[in-house]
């Protein structure tokens, strides 16, 4: 099936359910194209990572003309599914118009909260590795899993990021994401209308190999609407009125100096019809 068919699809389905939540139609935000765009740096711990937590980056490269490139931190612990995760990751961030970056042959083995304390020297050239990209590319924000992200590999990249951000001496913004388990302190709520989240959907669907042994691409809408109703009220605070639209991600954005964190970004709630633009990442 075409990309356009997947996403005819995956919008009819989302504007029904939009509709039972009593999300208004589609709000479209003008472009708004900055001088020099940004460029931000997905680190996934799995591939598919990139399209969970994707609506940020995908609504500044549409909105802001921001670069968007995927880090493929690890291809799975599988080795015999490693070369098929690759192609997969890679006609994702296709769908998703993100580039995708390999980490190494075959990603990085080993990638958890304990690994620098088991195999200190592999946990070094790790950590050298993901410094030396960041420094390369320079990112004006980092997207990664938060810290207690219920994953062994979602809170090793957390580790790894964060030392190899200091390693960079980066000034920077973190994007802290959630899947596995919830965030204490999320500050911002960024909706995806219909459009872009049937793009983020139909991404996913192209981890075949991992929608096969869990087909969990269709309970992502209802992970986004969810996310609505917690975010609402976490970043607005607790009692106020909820957003009036259907499917949103939550993050934590927190600002970087020389590599260390300087503070939490204000709370900002962006509904789709206010084009995102590097003045979210200023505090």
């Known amino acids: 099936m075409s990309l356009e068919a997947d996403l005819a699809r995956w919008r009819e389905h989302l504007t029904r359910f939009a509709a039972l939540l009593g999300d208004p139609p589609d709000r479209h935000a003008p472009p708004d194209q900055e001088p020099v765009p940004g460029h931000c740096l997905i680190f996934a711990p799995h591939p598919d990572d990139e399209c969970i937590v994707g ?85 004006a924000l980092v997207v990664l899993p938060h810290a207690l992200d219920d994953n062994p590999s979602h809170r090793g990249v957390y580790r790894l990021v964060v030392e190899a951000v200091a390693q960079a001496q980066l000034d920077t913004v973190l994007a802290h994401t959630e899947f596995w388990s919830t965030q204490a302190s999320p500050n911002t709520l960024v909706q995806t209308g219909i459009a872009d989240t049937a793009r983020l959907i139909a991404a996913l669907e192209r981890h075949t190999g991992e929608i096969a042994r869990n087909p969990y691409h269709l309970r992502l809408p209802a992970f986004l609407a969810d996310t609505v109703r917690r975010g609402g009220e976490l970043v607005l605070g607790a009692g106020e009125a909820p957003p009036d639209f259907a499917f949103a991600t939550l993050y934590r954005l927190v600002a970087c100096r020389n590599g260390h964190p300087a503070g939490d970004l204000p709370r900002h709630v962006c509904p789709a019809d206010r084009a995102l633009t590097s003045a979210l990442l200023t505090r």
């Open 55 to 139: 609506a940020l980056p995908l609504r500044l490269q549409q909105e802001a003309g921001w670069r968007v490139s995927n880090v493929a931190v690890t291809l799975g612990s599988d080795p015999r599914r490693r070369a098929a995760r690759w192609a997969e990751v890679q006609d994702a961030c296709q769908v998703l118009g993100f580039d995708c970056i390999a980490v190494g042959a075959d990603g990085l083995s080993d990638v958890r909260p304990d690994t620098a304390e088991r195999a200190p020297a592999l946990w070094a050239a790790h950590v050298g590795a993901i410094a030396t990209l960041l420094d390369r590319h320079r990112p």
